[in-house]
Antibody, heavy 118, light 107 residues
């Protein structure tokens, strides 16, 4: 059974940093791209970042480019999202998702809430 | 950036009725379109990929069609558990974008 478990969310002040983790199990982690998607309270889904299976390629939404960094540790079956210079508009539930062989998001974690507020 | 527009914003129907949801792209995405279902407090669930292929475990009452810029998600006969928000999403190029969603609620 595929399982994705996000952690690391919390309340931070504007300008601060946070690192999210997503621990994966139930599939061959090293062979799949992984992605982060966020959802602001009461709003729709927004793609944030994707990392390739080997970690050599990364992609970012313009809204987070230069502030967020995605990485992965294939020895730990874990993907990370380092978030720096956080802003109020980054407040959201952050989901990690597995990217299928057809490049669709076929399994999702339950999300972790990040709140940026003074 | 490809903008996805979904209509209607809200669809009020009764169990057993047919639901037809639309997603329109600002430029062609070929068939690189997915549909997700999201219920309150839950993560999204992949329903349809490549415009018309049901994901694993998705009931046959869900079907997708379309290509290029116009896509449709059809739920042939609504079950009580189908009342939710539905999002379309393209993977044609970067950045990946989602539509704003269609809420299917109980009439």
């Amino acid at each position: 059974e595929v399982q994705l478990l996000e952690s690391g969310g919390g309340l931070v002040q504007p300008g601060e940093s946070l690192r999210l983790s997503c621990a994966a199990s139930g599939f061959f982690f090293t062979t799949y791209d992984m992605t982060w998607v966020r959802q602001a309270p009461g709003k729709g889904l927004e793609w944030v970042s994707t990392i390739s299976a080997g970690g050599s390629s990364t992609y970012y939404a313009d809204s987070v480019k230069g502030r967020f960094t995605v990485s992965r540790d294939n020895s730990k079956n874990t993907v990370y999202l380092q978030m720096n210079s956080l802003r109020a508009e980054d407040t959201a539930v952050y989901y990690c998702a597995k990217v299928s062989s057809r490049s669709y998001y076929d399994y999702w974690g339950q999300g972790t809430l990040v709140t940026v507020s003074s | 950036e490809i903008v996805l527009t979904q209509s209607p914003a809200t669809l009020s129907l009764s169990p057993g009725e047919r639901a037809t949801l639309s997603c329109r792209a600002s430029q062609s995405v070929s068939s690189y379109l997915a549909w997700f279902q999201q219920k309150p407090g839950q993560a999204p669930r992949l329903l349809i990929y490549d415009a018309s292929n049901r994901a694993t475990g998705i009931p046959a009452r869900f079907s997708g069609s379309g290509s290029g810029t116009d896509f449709t998600l059809t739920i042939s006969s609504l079950e009580p558990e189908d009342f939710a928000v539905y999002y379309c999403q393209h993977r044609s190029n970067w950045p990946i974008t989602f539509g704003p969603g269609t809420t299917v609620d109980i009439k």
